[in-house]
Each structure stands twice: as C-alpha cells, then as structure tokens.
C-alpha cells in the first residue's frame, strides 16, 4: 500500500504528449481501467479498433476530446455559429477570427457530417482514421457514402493545435473533486474503481494545519496542530484499516462499485484532463493564490512548470 506525502506532488502530475490519433483516443479510455498504451494493439486478445468503435457506437465520447484542431481559412458563418450553439460544440476563436478556430475531434466530426455534409479533411484520417469513421458510422452514416471536404474547398489549412495541452494526474479524492470545478472547456478522464480493485495507494500529509482564525469558514493558517504526530499516527491506521476492510470485501466477491464505499477521501485517483493554456492561466490564478488549498497550489504549481516547458 503507497503512502504519498506533500513532498511527492510535483511528481505526481506527468505532461504527456498531446499527440492527436487514434491512440490518444485509446488511452484516453483505458484511464478508467489505470492503463495505458504506448502502440495500437490488434490481437486477438486486444483489438484497439474495437474499443474506439464501441465507444462511439455507446455514445462514451470523452476520449474523442481531448484531440484538438485548428483551422485557418474556413469562415464561420451565423447559421454555423448557430449549430455550434445549439449543439454546445466548444470551439475557440483564435484572436476573436471566424477564419481561424480550434476545435475537438467529436466537435469536428459533428460539424464537418452533421452540419455540413462531408467527411472531415483527409489530412486528419492519416492518424485518426479509425476514430473518425467510428464517430461517423455512431450517426448512422457510412463514411464512404460522405463526399469529401477537400475535393470541394481549397485554401484552407489544419494542424494539430498545440495550444492545447494534456496533463496526467495522481491526486487524493478531496483534491481532485476540488479541482473539477474548474469544468469548463476542460476535458477529462478519471479511472474508475468501478472497473479496477487493486490495492488503492493514498496521501498521508506529514503536516497537519490547524483552522484560520477569527470569523473566515474556509481554508487553513499556516501554523501547525500540536498534536501532529498523532493524527498524522490515527491517519495511517484509517486508511490502513479502510483499505483492509476495501481488500476483505474485494476477496469476497463483493462488486467493487460497492466495496469502494469503505475507501477515504485520502485515496489517490488519477485522470487525464486537456485544456487551452488560456483556461490553464485562469486556473493557475485561482490555485496558485493566497486562499487556495495549500494541497491544490502544490498540484497547480507542478502543472504550471510543465506546461512552461
């Protein structure tokens, strides 16, 4: 059983490589099971194609957006403004331009075959073709029946957006439900013990900080409990015992949706998340300040560094 302390955040948060195909996809899924790929695997035992089909065809669409596009030269007129709208599809003006924005691969796809009628610029099938055709067969339509973007348009170019940058985390339970409120145009994905039940790994802080003072409800002072060693002592045997209770529960057969209600909000989960610097920025402000939980500033700083890169 892992125990993290305070000292062990900064290398808790890995920057990984905002690499827009097929595997991206892949792995972005297979975070719910804490695993990941480094090649598309076709076997017998593993077939990646599969997995990008059945999560499109299930309607699982979260993996598919954390890969982010931007296009130069496609002007967005009001009617595409308006089935941008109505279909809360997150796109980014880049310096306020209708010629030049930035989308995700679900928000393209929906775009390009719902809206528009044709199958996505063929640049983006070279490392996305199985993705894009599965989100295209998800809508009812055979990709081949699609005309393609490119042989009725020129002038327009697509890149990766690197801009965009996707982050993995390990974090306590009661940090990472913090950290989500930063919900818009994040994307994220969390593993879920729903799927897994191995032996849970946990954060146990070295120092414990007492309440602030006078009247303020929230946050901490910077003094510390005199009585530290002791809880820090009573912490350890909660989620020694916690866990055991978990592992018994686990040994017996019992779901693990249902046996991780015994496991404390000192447990470590971890996620990929992918956001713009520029919402990255408003997030580091609120963090990286003088209110912020001295746990989350720890986790923004290491963010930080590595997206300063």
């Given at each position: 059983m892992e125990l993290y302390n305070e000292d062990d955040i900064p290398n808790l948060v890995v920057k990984k490589n905002h690499d827009s195909d097929?595997?991206?996809?892949?792995?972005?899924?297979?975070?719910?099971?804490?695993?990941?790929?480094?090649?598309?695997?076709?076997?017998?035992?593993?077939?990646?194609?599969?997995?990008?089909?059945?999560?499109?065809?299930?309607?699982?669409?979260?993996?598919?957006?954390?890969?982010?596009?931007?296009?130069?030269?496609?002007?967005?007129?009001m009617d595409d403004l308006r089935f941008i709208i109505d279909n809360k599809i997150p796109v980014k003006l880049n310096n306020n331009n209708f010629t030049d924005w930035s989308i995700s691969l679900f928000g393209l796809v929906d775009l390009f075959v719902t809206h528009w009628g044709y199958s996505p610029p063929l640049a983006l099938k070279e490392g996305l073709g199985i993705s894009i055709d599965a989100l295209i067969r998800a809508k009812g339509v055979n990709p081949i029946n699609l005309k393609c973007y490119d042989c009725y348009h020129r002038g327009f170019g697509v890149e990766v957006d690197t801009n965009f940058k996707t982050l993995y985390y390990k974090m306590p339970i009661f940090v990472a439900r913090q950290w989500f409120k930063h919900n818009r145009d994040f994307q994220r994905n969390e593993e879920s013990r729903r799927y897994i039940s191995d032996i849970p790994e946990f954060l146990c802080p070295t120092e414990f900080r007492q309440r602030p003072k006078g009247s303020i409800k929230q946050g901490s002072s910077k003094e510390i409990v005199e009585n530290n060693q002791e809880l820090r002592h009573n912490t350890k045997n909660v989620i020694h015992s916690t866990c055991m209770s978990y592992l018994n529960k686990i040994d017996s057969g019992c779901a693990p949706e249902q046996a991780r209600g015994d496991l404390p909000q000192w447990m470590m989960t971890s996620f990929w998340e992918t956001a713009h610097i520029d919402d990255y920025q408003r997030l580091f402000g609120l963090r990286i300040s003088g209110d912020a939980q001295q746990e989350a500033t720890l986790y923004a700083m290491a963010a930080r560094n590595l997206i300063q890169e």
């Open positions: 097929d595997l991206s996809v892949v792995n972005a899924a297979r975070v719910s099971f804490a695993k990941e790929h480094t090649e598309l695997l076709f076997t017998e035992e593993i077939d990646d194609s599969k997995l990008i089909n059945y999560l499109a065809r299930h309607r699982h669409f979260t993996p598919f957006t954390h890969q982010h596009f931007r296009f130069k030269g496609i002007d967005l007129s």
